[in-house]
C-alpha cells in the first residue's frame, strides 16, 4: 500500500473525460496537487453521492489549484452509460473518472479487493512534488466526505499547524 510521505505510483490510465474517452497519467499533474479518489462500483447506491459530492465542489478544488480525479475498475462504456443517467447525476460530471479495467492504478495505491476485484473506498491527496500528503481507506459500505478532502488539501497548503476542524483562512495553532 502507498504511504503517507512516499512518492506516489506513476500511473496512466482510460478515463472518462466529459464523456470522451482519454488517456489520463499522473504525468498530467506533474507540479500540482490532486486528489485521486475510488469508489467500488458504478450503478450502486452510496458510490454518486460521493461523485456528485466531489463535482459540486469542483471549483472550490480547483480555486485551490487541485485538481480531482475519479477512479473504480469499471470499464468506459460503464461510466459513460451510468453519467448519463439524469436520475442519478442531475449535473454532467466534468472530472476525469479513471477506468482502471487493469487493476493497475488501484493495485499501485494498495486499494484493490482482490477477490472482488474492485477498489475500496479510497482517497489519496497528492502534492506538487509528487508525494502522498494524505491517505483514507474505507470499506465499500460508508461514503466519504469530499468537503473533508477539501478542508484537509487547504490545510496541507496553508502549510502550518491546522487543528481539528481548522478552516482556510483561520489562524494556526502556536
Known amino acids: ?9 506513476e500511473w496512466t490510465a482510460t478515463a472518462y473525460v466529459n464523456g470522451e474517452k482519454k488517456t489520463v497519467s499522473s504525468s498530467d499533474y506533474a507540479g500540482k496537487w490532486y486528489v485521486l479518489y475510488w469508489y467500488p462500483l458504478d450503478f450502486t447506491f452510496v458510490c454518486p453521492t460521493e461523485i456528485r459530492g466531489f463535482q459540486s465542489l469542483l471549483e472550490d478544488f480547483e480555486d485551490d489549484g487541485v485538481a480531482v480525479i475519479g477512479a473504480s475498475t469499471d470499464s468506459f462504456f460503464s461510466h459513460k452509460a451510468w453519467f448519463a443517467d439524469r436520475e442519478t447525476f442531475a449535473e454532467e460530471i466534468t472530472h476525469p473518472v479513471l477506468a482502471d479495467t487493469s487493476h493497475a492504478v488501484t493495485k499501485a495505491f494498495g486499494v484493490l479487493i482482490e477477490e472482488a476485484g474492485i477498489a475500496l473506498r479510497a482517497t489519496v ?36 499547524l491546522c487543528g481539528a476542524d481548522w478552516s482556510k483562512g483561520e489562524k494556526f495553532v502556536a
Do not use: C, H
Request: a neutral charge; charged letters at 20%.
Open 125 to 160: 491527496i497528492v502534492d506538487p512534488e509528487g508525494k502522498v500528503r494524505s491517505l483514507s481507506v474505507n470499506d465499500p459500505d460508508v461514503g466519504r466526505s469530499p468537503a473533508e478532502t477539501l478542508r484537509t488539501v487547504q490545510a496541507y497548503q496553508a502549510g502550518g
Open 1 to 9: 500500500m502507498t504511504m503517507v510521505g512516499q512518492k506516489a505510483p
